[in-house]
């Protein structure tokens, strides 16, 4: 299996003026292309790993020959982090999540605006690069994690939900080091139905 870079569902610059369209041109064809670039020459070294799904390949990151763990932790965490990253973006979007998601977010945060400050305050607190997630576990119990650089949540047998990229790639051209406005402005462009259909196929 070769990975590609998948086509986003809006252009760039259709976020604006929340994420600005050089950043998310620059973002997505040469951050999220360089990250599967690598992970596709990792994988081409152990063929017969190449045509296992990447989610399999991270919930059990451990059973990667060692010489191409390190690559198919970081790129391949890389690609799938971004891939989940893009589409729950979108324009004309934001607003507070309904439905299924919204009620587990209610159960386990006590209110949206809670389970907002809690998300943002990590991702916004997180030391270095990395993200700020929302996943589920086995159950579909939500909570709110932190992780550096492209490590993926599978590789904790947690289900990612929703990430905020707070690596400096997602924010430094518009907003420079100021990390809490874009985590603060992120929240208007969150597509909650996309979201909403991430938490539902992570209770599959």
């Given at each position: 299996?070769?990975?590609t ?36 020459a ?17 919930k ?55 389970f ?31 992780l550096?650089n ?19 790639h997602?924010?430094?051209l ?6 809490a ?22 209770l599959?």
């Amino acid at each position: 299996m070769t990975y590609t870079l998948p086509k986003l569902d809006y252009a760039y610059n259709a976020l604006e003026p929340f994420i600005d369209a050089k950043t998310m041109e620059i973002h997505h064809s040469k951050h999220h292309q360089t990250y599967i670039d690598k992970l596709n020459a990792a994988l081409d070294k152990h063929p017969e790993f190449a045509g296992k799904p990447l989610e399999e390949l991270l919930k059990n990151i451990n059973s990667v020959p060692e010489d191409i763990r390190t690559a198919v932790r970081n790129h391949g965490g890389g690609h799938l982090n971004h891939s989940i990253y893009w589409k729950t973006l979108g324009p004309n979007c934001g607003g507070e999540a309904q439905g299924e998601i919204a009620a587990a977010i209610s159960k386990e945060f006590g209110s949206f605006t809670d389970f907002k400050k809690k998300l943002s305050e990590t991702s916004v607190n997180h030391f270095g690069s990395g993200w700020g997630w929302l996943v589920a576990d086995s159950s579909g119990k939500l909570s709110v994690i932190s992780l550096p650089n492209q490590d993926s949540p599978l590789m904790q047998g947690l289900k990612p939900v929703f990430g905020i990229d707070v690596w400096e790639h997602a924010h430094y051209l518009l907003r420079q080091n100021r990390r809490a406005e874009y985590v603060e402005v992120l929240w208007n462009v969150i597509n909650w139905n996309e979201v909403g259909e991430v938490y539902a196929s992570a209770l599959k």
